[in-house]
């Protein structure tokens, strides 16, 4: 089947950095998703990773393995704005043809503490 | 500015009283979907359109039903709410499905009594 794991919960300090890990099993990958949303609001889109390596973005940013079907995100510098919840999703077929969609994981919420 | 609007933002409704949500999108996007998003099950696609009178189901279609008349708008009905239709609903649009990023609505919160 298709399937993402990420961690439920984590908790940071401001200022400090911070890593959300994601594996995924899916079959035809087209792309990996990092949104982040904060309670009660929609998902705002935060990066796309479609090849091996590091994606940079400023204070975010984003790894793809795709031959261990993990990635993560990098957070530096962290804020109290941070506090949210952060979503990832991975693009895969899902039936015998050639359509795609979003498989959602279940979100990892972080808290950032002063 | 490009953006994908929802309404209502807030809906009390009682089981069976039919009901629509619209969802228009002022960014040209071929594709737009539904979610529904419970606590511990994540967001669930509902419906998906890839077109104008492009259709097709989601994860989690029952009792539900969507209509895409015009490349904009992407309306989802519930014909007969029931309490198990609770939850954030959020529509979506992207450019294409291969996009390599989706536009989400402001959400709205729907309460069947």
């Known amino acids: 089947g298709q399937n993402i794991d990420q961690p439920t919960e984590m908790t940071a300090t401001e200022g400090a950095i911070v890593q959300i890990n994601c594996t995924y099993q899916?079959?035809?990958?087209?792309?990996l998703f990092w949104y982040q949303q904060h309670a009660g609001e929609a998902p705002t889109f935060l990066s796309y990773n479609v090849l091996d390596g590091l994606e940079e973005k400023g204070r975010f940013s984003s790894f793809l393995s795709r031959s261990k079907g993990y990635s993560y995100l990098l957070l530096k510098e962290l804020q109290m704005k941070d506090s949210a919840s952060y979503l990832c999703a991975v693009r895969a077929l899902y039936n015998a043809g050639n359509n795609r969609k979003l498989i959602w994981g279940l979100g990892t919420s972080l808290a950032v503490n002063p | 500015e490009a953006q994908v609007t929802q309404n209502p933002r807030y809906l009390i409704t009682v089981t069976g009283k039919k009901l629509t949500v619209t969802c228009s999108q002022n960014?040209?996007?071929?594709?737009m979907s539904w979610y529904r998003q419970d606590p511990g099950l994540g967001l669930r696609q509902i419906y998906y359109?890839?077109?104008?009178?492009?259709?097709d189901k989601g994860d989690v279609p029952e009792g539900y039903k969507v209509s895409r008349k015009e490349k904009r708008n992407f309306p989802l009905i519930l014909e007969s709410p029931s309490p198990n239709q609770t939850s954030l609903y959020f529509c979506a649009s992207s450019s294409s499905v291969l996009a390599t990023e989706a536009f989400f609505g402001q959400g709205t919160r729907l309460t069947v009594v």
């Open positions: 899916t079959s035809g990958f087209n792309g």
């Open positions: 359109s890839m077109n104008v009178e492009v259709t």
């Open positions: 960014m040209n996007h071929e594709y």
